[in-house]
C-alpha cells in the first residue's frame, strides 16, 4: 500500500507541476516556433523576431493560468540556455587566433565596458543600464544581455532595460552585417582583416556568420572564430559582475538574502568549455546541446518579451539609444585602431 500510495503522490505531484507551468511553458514553445519560421521564410534574425511576438503576447504575462510558466521560461529556461553555449568554446579555438588578437579581443570588451560606464554618467543614466548595454555590445549581443542581466541587481526597470537592450543590440546587429563589409572594402581589408574586424565588432553571432561568408568562406570562418572568442569572455565578465555586485540589494528580496558567490549557469557554462576542451563532449552531443541552446535562448527571450509592455520600453528614452550607438561605434573603432596596430590591415 506504500508503494501505491508513493507512485499516486509522485503523479499527482507532477500533475500539479504540469499544471502550474505547462500552459506557459508551450506558449513561449509555440511563438519561438512562430520566431524561428519567420526567420527562416523572411530572413529576419530570429531573436529579434522572439523579442517582437513576445512583447505582443504581453497580456499572457499579467494574470492566467501562463503566468508562472512564462516566469520560468524568462529565467531558468533563458539560463539553460547561456550555460549550453560553453559546449561551443574549447582552448583549441583560444590557440588557433594568436596572443596578439586575443589580447585586442579582451581589451576591446573591457574598454568597451569602461566607456560604457563613462558614457552613461555624461548622458544621466544608471550604471545597471550602461553594465548591461556595454556588456551586451562588448560580448555578444542578446546571449551577454539575458546572462548580465540575471546578476545585475534587481529594480523596477531591470526588464524594460532588458528587452530595450536585446532589441537594440539585435538592429544594430543586423545593420552592421549590411554596412560592415562596405566599410571593409572601403578600407580595402583582407579576408583574414575583414574577418577579425566582423568577429571583434558585430553583436550577435548569426550576423557575425552572415556578414563574414557574404565576403568570402575565410572572412567568414576567421569571422565566426574571432566572434566565439568573444562568447568564451562571457562567463569570466558574467562572474566578475556578479562578485562585484551581490552585495548590492534588490527590489522584492528578503533581507540578508545575497545572491550565490556564482551563478550556477557561469559554473554549468565553464564546466562544459572545460569537457569541451579536453575532447570528453561527442560531436553529436554537441551538436544536440547547442540546438537545445538556441531553442532556449528563442523561448526565454519570448518570455522576456511577453512580461514587459512596449509603452514601458518606448519610456526608456533618446539618451539611452545614444549610449548603445555610442557603444557600437566605440567598439568598432578601438578594434580598427587595434588592427592597425597589429599589422591587420
Excluded at 530570429?46 to 512583447?55: C, R, S
Excluded at 583560444?94 to 548622458?123: C, E, H, M, N
Aim: one cysteine or more; glycine letters at 10%.
Amino acid at each position: 500500500m506504500d508503494a501505491i500510495s508513493k507512485t499516486e503522490r509522485r503523479k499527482q505531484s507532477l500533475s500539479a507541476v504540469l499544471s502550474t507551468y505547462g500552459p506557459g511553458l508551450l506558449v513561449t514553445a509555440a511563438v519561438a516556433m512562430a520566431a524561428q519560421f519567420l526567420s527562416e521564410h523572411y530572413g529576419a534574425p530570429a531573436m529579434l523576431m522572439a523579442l517582437l511576438l513576445g512583447i505582443a503576447f504581453h497580456f499572457l504575462a499579467e494574470e492566467g493560468r501562463c503566468v508562472a510558466g512564462i516566469e520560468l521560461s524568462a529565467k531558468l529556461v533563458l539560463r539553460i540556455g547561456v550555460a549550453l553555449l560553453g559546449m561551443r568554446i574549447s582552448v583549441e579555438l583560444l590557440i588557433g587566433l594568436g596572443a596578439g588578437t586575443i589580447l585586442l579581443l579582451v581589451s576591446a570588451i573591457v574598454a568597451t565596458i569602461l566607456f560604457g560606464l563613462l558614457a552613461a554618467r555624461l548622458l544621466g543614466r544608471g550604471w545597471r543600464l550602461a553594465l548591461l548595454t556595454s556588456g551586451a555590445v562588448a560580448i555578444c549581443g542578446a546571449s551577454a544581455a539575458m546572462a548580465i542581466a540575471a546578476v545585475l541587481p534587481r529594480n523596477e526597470f531591470s526588464e524594460r532595460n532588458l528587452i530595450f537592450t536585446v532589441l537594440s543590440v539585435t538592429v544594430l546587429s543586423t545593420l552592421a552585417m549590411i554596412g560592415y563589409p562596405i566599410v571593409a572594402e572601403y578600407l580595402g581589408l583582407d579576408a583574414q582583416a575583414t574577418g577579425i574586424f566582423f568577429g571583434g565588432t558585430i553583436h550577435d553571432v548569426a550576423q557575425v556568420v552572415g556578414a563574414g561568408f557574404s565576403v568570402s568562406p575565410e572572412a567568414g570562418e576567421t569571422a565566426t572564430l574571432v566572434k566565439l572568442i568573444r562568447v568564451t569572455m562571457l562567463a569570466p565578465v558574467v562572474l566578475i559582475f556578479s562578485l562585484v555586485l551581490r552585495s548590492v540589494p534588490q527590489e522584492g528580496a528578503s533581507i540578508g538574502k545575497r545572491a550565490p558567490l556564482v551563478p550556477g549557469f557561469v559554473l554549468a557554462f565553464l564546466a562544459l568549455a572545460g569537457f569541451n576542451s579536453a575532447g570528453l563532449v561527442p560531436a553529436l552531443a554537441s551538436e544536440v546541446g547547442m540546438e537545445i541552446s538556441r531553442w532556449a535562448l528563442l523561448a526565454g527571450i519570448v518570455a522576456v518579451g511577453m512580461k514587459t509592455s512596449l509603452r514601458r520600453v518606448l519610456e526608456v528614452g533618446g539618451d539611452a539609444v545614444a549610449l548603445v550607438v555610442a557603444e557600437t561605434l566605440f567598439i568598432a573603432v578601438f578594434i580598427l585602431a587595434g588592427m592597425y596596430y597589429l599589422g591587420h590591415s
